[in-house]
């Protein structure tokens, strides 16, 4: 009798989880009220130059974001005005789980639940409850390191880890990082080909009606870059030079 209650109150549970699943994706993409977007930064380095620029850092650096999804989100005939509103949240002591050394479908799976439990413990619920937090691991900019880990955004758990440099002048290629792991959160996809980093035509390309195709003037935001030929492209220097694509647009719902 006892192993039937218990079997029973599991099931309700499980169902509870799916349902609950399946509520969260469709209020995702419902677009009815802006989405709120915890930005939390840390120190990966901990180094002073680092320390000194976090210091400094206040929520205006991150007005642009907000500007560029409004219009980006008007161009696609998005009803709703803001769809995104940014809030500077505390500053993080604590470093998030280290992404898996090996590749493999297990690994990521252990290191996005690590991330998900370590997201809970470290940045509860406040009021408003964001919608989505973002980890901003800033660098000090140094010639030695110029490349920086690789950035994650999850669309489970709704968190993302942005690799940034700390540094004005980097600001606008930060906004960058930081509107395209955004957008993983609400199920894009990657826009680029993995072992060449090319923008793939043409849902990688800004304006793939454009004749002649290349080069392009500005880069499609999931496929991060702008293509200058078959086999170059350059880094956006900021969202000015970026655009949402309509299969990105399709893909967070802005568009059916
Ligand atoms: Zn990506």
């Known amino acids: ?120 413990r470290e940045t509860p619920a406040t009021s408003p409850v964001p919608d989505v937090r973002l980890y901003l691991m800033f660098h000090a900019p140094s010639r030695e390191t110029q490349r920086l880990p690789h950035s994650v955004g999850l669309q489970k758990g709704r968190l993302g880890l942005a690799h940034l440099f700390a540094s004005p002048a980097q600001q606008g290629s930060n906004q960058v990082v930081i509107a395209h792991e955004l957008l993983h959160t609400f199920g894009a996809s990657d826009k680029y080909d993995g072992a060449s980093l090319q923008p793939r035509p043409p849902e990688g390309y800004a304006e793939p009606e454009r004749f002649p195709p290349l080069p392009q003037l500005k880069a499609e935001l999931m496929a991060g870059r702008i293509p200058l030929s078959e086999t170059e492209s350059r880094i956006p220097a900021g969202l000015g030079e970026t655009l949402v694509g309509e299969r990105s647009a399709r893909e967070i719902g802005w568009r059916r």
């Open 1 to 120: 009798m006892v192993t039937r209650r218990r079997l029973l109150l599991l099931l309700f549970i499980l169902l509870a989880v799916v349902l609950s699943a399946a509520l969260a994706r469709w209020r995702m993409h419902a677009w009815d009220r802006p989405q709120v977007v915890a930005l939390y930064p840390i120190s990966a380095d901990g180094l002073p130059a680092t320390e000194a620029y976090l210091q400094r850092l206040d929520g205006a650096a991150f007005d642009a974001l907000q500007d560029f999804f409004a219009a980006e989100a008007a161009r696609h005939g998005l009803a709703l005005a803001q769809p995104f509103r940014f809030e500077l949240g505390r500053r993080m002591v604590k470093q998030p789980p280290a992404p898996p050394s090996q590749a493999g479908p297990l690994a990521a799976i252990s290191w996005s639940l690590r991330m998900r439990w370590w997201a809970w």
